[in-house]
């Protein structure tokens, strides 16, 4: 004891300030991501950083920023800020030389947090959103003798599951109390709205009502969780992810389709498919082993990518722009991170570089499509007689004890067309174009150069070819155009079409560039157009030097003209591709070049279970973004899934969980449902969702007191339900089912429902919107064709967007037009039509069919007041169609156009109208 004191004592004055520097650098640690970085992104980075580095200082990665700067010296020298240039700078008098320049000073806050963190020795945190998923302990709650089960608890009573653990913890914080569970009918609705997209029958509300079970509530999820509507739901989420479209984009916008790959997610959903198979399966389908047809329909998920059909236009460009936005997507979509950027530069806030972009991108810059007219490739589905022709081609082949591997490349080119040469990439022209830089045309004495053909085992040349010209011969030469002759094409005068066309090589071998060459005397002029050609071997059991029957079939099949879809097939041996960085992001200014591979500052790619690497392409890097220790990709999911039942995220910039994103308001719950998502739930989307459902924090009532709105207005504490306005797809939906117009058709084609006139105007082809017949002009909005330049107008006045590029989240508005929309728009007077019909039968008195109507839309009764305001709003409005017949007339049409029907007409669009109809309480 006396020593202890003889020891304070001895320290005097200067002692306990050298203590109180201990205990900066040896106690609580300065943390860089939530202390540091926000002050050098918010004062540092703008100058010093992925884009500018002034100076020679960057602040964007700790290598750079303890490297020395242009001065020779470091300007952060770990563990002595008084010798860092950097704080000296921060501290200085003279506005010319103190950082950050023609900006405030730093607070001397934190100037002095900057300076402790240097002392401490500068380390450089990684960002929670790029660190493994851990998962965290679930907070206690209650008291420990109720958690023994030997007293009643408020909060024990209140949790139905983890989640709510969570969620109190942070309300117990904040001083909240959690609200009241919503009542059964408005529960039930919100429930069905966000599992299935349409609101629950008057039968559905009485059923749930009545059950008095303690798993009422749980049935009625699994109810929901099973019905086909789930998947359509879930879908309209995924299209906007997908930027799916039935056109092409761009000026033209001609139509593409590709209704295969919704029907695909759609089922997907519905099958529960686990979330990784499902990401695998739609960034990489054609590179799995066995691969089915639907695994090829789901790469349909990039090949959503616009093409640019207009005149003038080079496809490689275009090519270019959708391998980008191929990337772009691929980050937005299940990374949550802004890395379009870095196409240009290195990223300016979160651990990417410049040369880990194209690397990147190299997985992604090996697939077959070119921006071509034609969307190829395709996978073709046969009907009728070509679908006969293929068993026999695939008979064949197996009669003639061929290779498997070999039976399905052959089965593969018939329905894929590929591998082949898009004749844009001939050269050397004579006497030819790329006829509206598209497909190459020759005329008499012209030829062009096809460059570089591996010819050994090639016997036949597959060609798609057109002309008017008569009597036109083109010569196929080896090495030059004056060079060996090949073969020699009578050309058929096929009116202008192109025609599919095989013939047979003879034996040659080793690489060599062939020429085409053109003979047309008698029509000088006329283009001769050749759209592909493939170089294959002869159909097993034929002749490597003559035509057989079989190859007589096989150009049947080629020239079918069955429907198809765009699906993405990978390029190899000859025709892969290198990729470069483009300087400063310009695609026709290539550096250096670079292999495929993953950001260094994320985890490597994986092995497979034999140990070994896993391939460098795009089923690679799918694997890399669905293994266990990889921190995005199940956040991200998550933290989609929590936003579209909430209405916003537990990271609110869902797009962006990087350094500049908002912070997750309960990160804790984030990453203990990420796990659960991956090692528990392994990967259901739907268990994710049930747990979700089924937690009391969901259940909540949205009706909040005004102190407890005015404590958390963006119900950021989660104290209260959710309360948001119902999607576009759902706003047009709910109409439709609650009018008892909904048809429950399910999957194909898009459809065209009713719309306004002059919406659509397409100049180059004339095209119009042809309304669909029956029941197709009620099916779900998901099936609604899109075109990207002239989407649905009601849909995107409700904020969808037209679906060119990506779209993360959607932004609500609530504007006059919206209103319009529900009181004008054709679908909601023939919804209102129809609902004032179902109020006719279920009520005598104008009060009862509105009682029933109301009932009918909202799945509640009434208040008094309301119905006042509903019952004059009739009144009124029969007086007004009982003096103005013509109107009534004009309104309803028929025989049943009476003032009475139009007023009640009149009110069932009011109730489609109210906002407590369009909105999820």
Same mark, same amino acid.
């Given at each position: 004891?006396?020593?202890?004191?003889?020891?304070?004592?001895?320290?005097?004055?200067?002692?306990?300030?050298?203590?109180?520097?201990?205990? *900066?650098?040896?106690?609580?640690?300065?943390?860089?991501?939530?202390?540091?970085?926000?002050?050098?992104?918010?004062?540092?980075?703008?100058?010093? *950083?992925?884009?500018?580095?002034? *100076?020679?200082?960057?602040?964007?990665?700790?290598?750079?920023? $303890?490297?020395?700067?242009?001065?020779?010296?470091?300007?952060?020298?770990?563990? /002595?800020?008084?010798?860092?240039?950097?704080?000296?700078?921060?501290?200085?008098?003279?506005?010319?030389?103190?950082?950050?320049?023609?900006?405030?000073?730093?607070?001397?806050?934190?100037?002095?947090?900057?300076?402790?963190?240097?002392?401490?020795?500068?380390?450089? &945190? /990684?960002?929670?959103?790029?660190?493994?998923?851990?998962?965290?302990?679930?907070?206690?709650?209650?008291?420990? #003798?109720?958690?023994?089960?030997?007293?009643?608890?408020?909060?024990?009573?209140?949790?139905?599951?983890? =989640?709510?653990?969570?969620?109190?913890?942070?309300?117990?914080?904040?001083?909240?109390?959690?609200?009241?569970?919503?009542?059964?009918?408005?529960?039930?609705?919100?429930?069905?709205?966000?599992?299935?997209?349409?609101?629950?029958?008057?039968?559905?509300?009485?059923?749930?009502?009545?059950?008095?079970?303690?798993?009422?509530?749980?049935?009625?999820?699994?109810?929901?969780?099973?019905?086909?509507?789930?998947?359509?739901?879930?879908?309209?989420?995924?299209?906007?992810?997908?930027?799916?479209?039935?056109?092409?984009?761009?000026?033209?916008?001609?139509?593409?389709?590709? #209704?295969?790959?919704?029907?695909?997610? =759609?089922?997907?959903?519905?099958?529960?498919?686990?979330?990784?198979?499902?990401?695998?399966?739609?960034?990489? @389908?054609?590179?799995?082993?066995?691969?089915?047809?639907?695994?090829?329909?789901?790469?349909?998920?990039?090949?959503?990518?616009?093409?640019?059909?207009?005149? @003038?236009?080079?496809?490689?460009?275009?090519?270019?722009?959708?391998?980008?936005?191929?990337?772009?997507?691929?980050? /937005?979509?299940?990374? &949550?991170?802004?890395?379009?950027?870095?196409?240009?530069?290195?990223?300016?806030?979160?651990?990417?570089?410049?040369?880990?972009?194209?690397?990147?991108?190299?997985?992604?810059?090996?697939?077959?499509?070119? /921006?071509?007219?034609?969307?190829?490739?395709?996978?073709?589905?046969?009907?009728?007689?070509?679908?006969?022709? $293929?068993?026999?081609?695939?008979?064949?082949?197996?009669?003639?004890?061929?290779?498997?591997?070999?039976?399905?490349?052959?089965? !593969?080119?018939?329905?894929?067309?590929?591998?082949?040469?898009?004749?844009?990439?001939?050269?050397?022209?004579?006497? %030819?174009?790329?006829?509206?830089?598209?497909?190459?045309?020759?005329?008499?004495?012209?030829?062009?150069?096809?460059?570089?053909?591996?010819?050994?085992?090639? !016997?036949?040349?597959?060609?798609?070819?057109?002309?008017?010209?008569?009597?036109?011969?083109?010569?196929?030469?080896?090495?030059?155009?004056?060079?060996?002759?090949?073969?020699?094409?009578?050309?058929?005068?096929?009116?202008?079409?192109?025609?599919?066309?095989?013939?047979?090589?003879?034996?040659?071998?080793?690489?060599?560039?062939?020429?085409?060459?053109?003979?047309?005397?008698?029509?000088?002029?006329?283009?001769?157009?050749?759209?592909?050609?493939?170089?294959?071997?002869?159909?097993?059991?034929?002749?490597?030097?003559?035509?057989?029957?079989?190859?007589?079939?096989?150009?049947?099949?080629?020239?079918?003209?069955?429907?198809?879809?765009?699906?993405?097939?990978?390029?190899?041996?000859?025709?892969?591709?290198?990729?470069?960085?483009?300087?400063?992001?310009?695609?026709?200014?290539? @550096?250096?070049? $670079?292999?495929?591979?993953?950001?260094?500052?994320?985890?490597?790619?994986?092995?497979?279970?034999?140990?070994?690497?896993?391939?460098?392409?795009?089923?690679?890097?799918?694997?890399?973004?669905?293994?266990?220790?990889?921190?995005?990709? %199940?956040?991200?999911?998550?933290?989609?899934?929590?936003?579209?039942?909430?209405?916003?995220?537990?990271?609110?910039?869902?797009?962006?969980?990087?350094?500049?994103?908002?912070?997750?308001?309960?990160?804790?719950?984030?990453?203990?449902?990420?796990? +659960?998502?991956?090692?528990?739930?392994?990967?259901?989307?739907?268990?994710?969702?049930?747990?979700?459902?089924?937690?009391?924090?969901?259940?909540?009532?949205?009706?909040?007191?005004?102190?407890?709105?005015?404590?958390?207005?963006?119900?950021?504490?989660?104290?209260?339900?959710?309360?948001?306005?119902?999607?576009?797809?759902?706003?047009?939906?709910?109409?439709?089912?609650?009018?008892?117009?909904?048809?429950?058709?399910?999957? *194909?084609?898009?459809?065209?429902?009713?719309?306004?006139?002059?919406?659509?105007?397409?100049?180059?082809?004339?095209?119009?919107?042809?309304?669909? +017949?029956?029941?197709?002009?009620?099916?779900?909005?998901?099936?609604?064709?899109?075109?990207?330049?002239?989407?649905?107008?009601?849909?995107?006045?409700?904020?969808?967007?037209?679906?060119?590029?990506?779209?993360?989240?959607?932004?609500?508005?609530?504007?006059?037009?919206?209103?319009?929309?529900?009181? !004008?728009?054709?679908?909601?007077?023939?919804?209102?039509?129809?609902?004032?019909?179902?109020?006719?039968?279920?009520?005598?008195?104008?009060?009862?069919? =509105?009682?029933?109507?109301?009932?009918?839309?909202?799945?509640?009764?009434?208040?008094?007041?309301?119905?006042?305001?509903?019952?004059?709003?009739?009144?009124?409005?029969?007086?007004?169609?009982?003096?103005?017949?013509?109107?009534?007339?004009?309104?309803? &049409?028929?025989?049943?156009?009476?003032?009475?029907?139009?007023?009640?007409?009149?009110?069932?669009?009011?109730?489609?109208?109210?906002?407590?109809? =369009?909105?999820?309480?």
């Amino acid at each position: 004891m006396y020593l202890k004191s003889f020891v304070f004592i001895g320290i005097g004055i200067g002692g306990a300030l050298l203590l109180s520097s201990f205990f *900066g650098l040896f106690g609580e640690r300065v943390d860089f991501n939530t202390q540091v970085k926000p002050l050098l992104n918010k004062n540092c980075i703008a100058c010093h *950083g992925g884009v500018k580095k002034a *100076g020679g200082f960057s602040v964007l990665f700790r290598h750079e920023a $303890v490297a020395p700067t242009k001065s020779g010296k470091p300007a952060i020298i770990p563990g /002595d800020a008084d010798a860092s240039e950097m704080i000296r700078r921060l501290t200085l008098e003279d506005h010319t030389e103190r950082m950050p320049l023609e900006a405030a000073p730093l607070k001397p806050d934190d100037i002095a947090l900057l300076r402790k963190w240097i002392d401490q020795g500068a380390d450089w &945190g /990684d960002h929670w959103a790029y660190t493994r998923i851990e998962k965290p302990d679930v907070p206690a709650i209650g008291t420990f #003798w109720s958690r023994l089960g030997l007293r009643n608890n408020a909060e024990l009573d209140w949790a139905k599951n983890d =989640i709510d653990h969570f969620t109190l913890q942070k309300m117990k914080e904040q001083s909240l109390l959690p609200s009241p569970q919503a009542d059964r009918a408005t529960l039930l609705r919100r429930v069905s709205l966000d599992l299935t997209g349409l609101p629950p029958t008057e039968q559905e509300v009485a059923d749930f009502s009545n059950d008095k079970s303690s798993g009422a509530y749980e049935k009625v999820v699994d109810r929901l969780l099973a019905s086909p509507a789930y998947g359509e739901r879930w879908t309209a989420l995924w299209l906007d992810l997908a930027r799916y479209a039935d056109s092409k984009g761009y000026e033209k916008d001609t139509e593409r389709k590709i #209704w295969r790959y919704r029907d695909w997610v =759609i089922n997907a959903f519905n099958q529960d498919k686990p979330y990784d198979q499902f990401v695998v399966e739609q960034l990489a @389908g054609d590179l799995l082993p066995n691969r089915t047809d639907a695994q090829l329909i789901a790469t349909g998920f990039h090949r959503n990518t616009m093409t640019n059909d207009e005149g @003038g236009t080079q496809d490689e460009e275009f090519r270019t722009a959708a391998v980008i936005d191929r990337v772009s997507t691929t980050w /937005d979509v299940f990374q &949550g991170t802004t890395f379009a950027c870095v196409q240009c530069h290195s990223h300016p806030y979160d651990p990417f570089t410049h040369e880990e972009y194209y690397k990147y991108l190299a997985f992604f810059n090996n697939t077959r499509d070119e /921006d071509v007219q034609s969307d190829t490739p395709t996978l073709r589905f046969f009907k009728d007689q070509d679908s006969v022709r $293929v068993a026999e081609l695939k008979t064949w082949l197996i009669a003639q004890k061929t290779q498997p591997e070999q039976v399905q490349d052959w089965v !593969n080119f018939v329905r894929l067309t590929e591998p082949k040469i898009n004749s844009h990439d001939f050269d050397q022209y004579v006497n %030819a174009s790329l006829l509206d830089a598209k497909n190459f045309g020759v005329q008499d004495g012209g030829s062009a150069r096809i460059k570089t053909v591996n010819l050994t085992g090639i !016997n036949r040349l597959v060609i798609a070819i057109g002309t008017k010209a008569e009597k036109a011969v083109l010569t196929v030469h080896q090495d030059s155009p004056t060079g060996p002759s090949l073969l020699t094409i009578p050309v058929i005068n096929t009116g202008g079409k192109d025609t599919v066309m095989v013939y047979a090589l003879p034996q040659v071998t080793g690489k060599h560039a062939l020429y085409l060459t053109l003979a047309s005397p008698k029509q000088l002029k006329e283009w001769v157009v050749i759209k592909w050609v493939s170089f294959r071997p002869a159909l097993p059991g034929t002749s490597a030097t003559t035509l057989s029957d079989m190859d007589a079939k096989l150009q049947a099949i080629l020239n079918a003209k069955p429907e198809s879809t765009p699906v993405l097939v990978e390029a190899t041996g000859d025709m892969a591709r290198k990729t470069h960085i483009f300087e400063r992001g310009n695609w026709l200014v290539k @550096g250096r070049q $670079v292999q495929p591979d993953v950001p260094k500052s994320l985890p490597p790619l994986p092995t497979d279970s034999t140990g070994k690497p896993v391939p460098r392409n795009r089923l690679g890097l799918a694997k890399w973004m669905v293994q266990r220790d990889h921190p995005l990709t %199940a956040r991200v999911a998550v933290n989609r899934f929590w936003e579209q039942l909430f209405g916003t995220g537990l990271v609110e910039t869902v797009e962006d969980m990087g350094t500049q994103g908002i912070q997750p308001t309960h990160r804790e719950l984030l990453d203990y449902l990420a796990a +659960e998502f991956m090692d528990t739930d392994h990967w259901s989307m739907k268990r994710l969702l049930k747990r979700i459902v089924t937690s009391a924090t969901y259940r909540q009532q949205s009706v909040a007191s005004p102190e407890l709105i005015a404590e958390d207005p963006f119900n950021t504490w989660l104290a209260r339900g959710p309360r948001v306005r119902l999607t576009a797809e759902q706003v047009r939906d709910q109409a439709l089912a609650v009018s008892g117009l909904l048809s429950h058709k399910r999957l *194909g084609p898009s459809v065209k429902p009713i719309q306004p006139e002059g919406i659509w105007q397409s100049p180059y082809n004339g095209e119009s919107w042809q309304l669909s +017949e029956g029941e197709d002009q009620y099916r779900r909005a998901i099936y609604t064709y899109w075109k990207r330049t002239a989407p649905y107008p009601s849909m995107t006045t409700f904020d969808s967007p037209s679906r060119e590029f990506c779209q993360v989240r959607r932004i609500r508005t609530n504007t006059p037009l919206q209103a319009l929309v529900t009181l !004008n728009d054709p679908v909601f007077i023939e919804s209102a039509q129809s609902l004032a019909t179902l109020m006719q039968q279920r009520g005598k008195t104008p009060e009862q069919q =509105i009682k029933a109507g109301f009932r009918q839309v909202t799945q509640r009764d009434a208040s008094p007041q309301k119905m006042a305001v509903l019952l004059k709003l009739y009144q009124q409005s029969a007086t007004y169609y009982e003096q103005h017949p013509a109107d009534t007339q004009t309104f309803l &049409g028929g025989a049943n156009a009476t003032p009475q029907v139009a007023a009640l007409t009149v009110t069932a669009n009011t109730l489609l109208n109210l906002d407590e109809t =369009i909105t999820k309480e």
